[in-house]
Each structure stands twice: as structure tokens, then as C-alpha cells.
């Protein structure tokens, strides 16, 4: 049974570029969520998707978009990039359509630095 | 502003002893607590979730839970070096999303 898998591992940008991250969730779930995590301190939500839309958003710019598609995989865009979007980026997957209260499983992450 | 606290630590405790987590939560009505351990470099990993008060069990971990007080636990028996992480407390209203506290680094010395 696969896990949440997250492509790259990790990414070098600069200043003002454009970057994409991808998720797969694990096998059996619909819904993704994406977190920032900065060093040393716990992860801060991004948004979830749920049936290729948008659910939530925690509190991030617009330059943080992201997208679902048809096999419940998700990509997460960050325009403009700054020195402080430089994090461990974290996919989550869990199965809202269960009923269950909502486990999450996190993928390995992409580590984004922006010098 | 809902908020998650907890000790940064870091919590050292020997091999063999008792290492006792805490986190207090601001939002009364969350109805799901879950306990994620990460290594450096590594991402969280699910340990334990707990949603009615009480204790919860599984293996060496007990999960404590007191929503009058709004208070969650974990509690790791025989502790292991190879137990040393970052413990995560994160705490939901059911469907909606997570919100961590900032961690408590554990060391376990052996």
C-alpha cells in the first residue's frame, strides 16, 4: 500500500521565481492538505482540497494557489517567491469521505530553499 | 486566533523512564487530538489520536485527554533512545483542518 509520496525532495529557486510541488495521496484517500513548516517550529496549514476545490485556507497570501486533480493527486504554486518561503513544504492526505475523524498522513516533503 | 502550546523543551529523560508530553488548547469545541512524532529532517509521523476524554492505549503510549481543562497528554513508558524526536500535538474540529502546536523535542539518554 503506498504512502503520500511528494515530488521534489528538494528545490533551489531564487528570489521572485515561480515554484510547484506535487502530491500523491495515499491509495483509498480524497481529500489534501498542504502545510509550511519552518525550521523549528510546528506545521502552519496551507489549504485543503476536496473533489478538485478548495475547502480551507490558513492564513497565506494568494501567491500560494494550488490544485486537485480527477485521481485526487494536488500541486501546490507559489508565485514571487521570497527569502521566507524557504521551508519543509508538506503534503497530508486522509479520507474525508469516511466519516472518520479526519487522520492525516503526511508525505516526506519538499524542501524549498529561495536564496 | 485558535492556538496549540507546548513545552519546547528540550525534555530529557534516561533510558527506561517515563517521558510525559503535554499541550493545552484554546478552542473548546475541538473534537480531535492527534500525537505526531518527527525525526530531524523527517517528516511527522501519526502516533496517536484520542477523541473522547480519558486515556488511550497502544503499545508504550498512552494518550490522556481532558477537554474541561483542554489539555491533552502522552505518555511514553520504557523509553528508548531511538524514542528522541520532536513530539507534535495537533488538535481538529471534526472536517476541518489541523492546527500544531510548536512541538516538544524529547531526548532520551541512554
Known sequence: DAGVTQSPTHLIKTRGQQVTLRCSPKSGHDTVSWYQQALGQGPQFIFQYYEEEERQRGNFPDRFSGHQFPNYSSELNVNALLLGDSALYLCASSPLTSGSYNEQFFGPGTRLTVL | ?110
Not at chain 2, 527506561?16 to 487530538?33: E, H, K, P
Not at chain 2, 497502544?58 to 533512545?81: C, E, H, M, W
Not at chain 2, 495537533?90 to 476541518?96: D, H, I, K, L, P
Open chain 2, 1 to 110: 486566533q485558535k492556538e496549540v502550546e507546548q513545552n519546547s523543551g528540550p525534555l530529557s529523560v534516561p533510558e527506561g523512564a517515563i517521558a510525559s508530553l503535554n499541550c493545552t488548547y484554546s478552542d473548546r469545541v475541538s473534537q480531535s487530538f492527534f500525537w505526531y512524532r518527527q525525526y530531524s529532517g523527517k517528516s511527522p509521523e501519526l502516533i496517536m489520536s484520542i477523541y473522547s476524554n480519558g486515556d488511550k492505549e497502544d503499545g508504550r503510549f498512552t494518550a490522556q485527554l481532558n477537554k474541561a481543562s483542554q489539555y491533552v497528554s502522552l505518555l511514553i513508558r520504557d523509553s528508548q533512545p531511538s524514542d528522541s524526536a520532536t513530539y507534535l500535538c495537533a488538535v481538529a474540529n471534526y472536517g476541518q483542518n489541523f492546527v500544531f502546536g510548536p512541538g516538544t523535542r524529547l531526548s532520551v539518554l541512554p
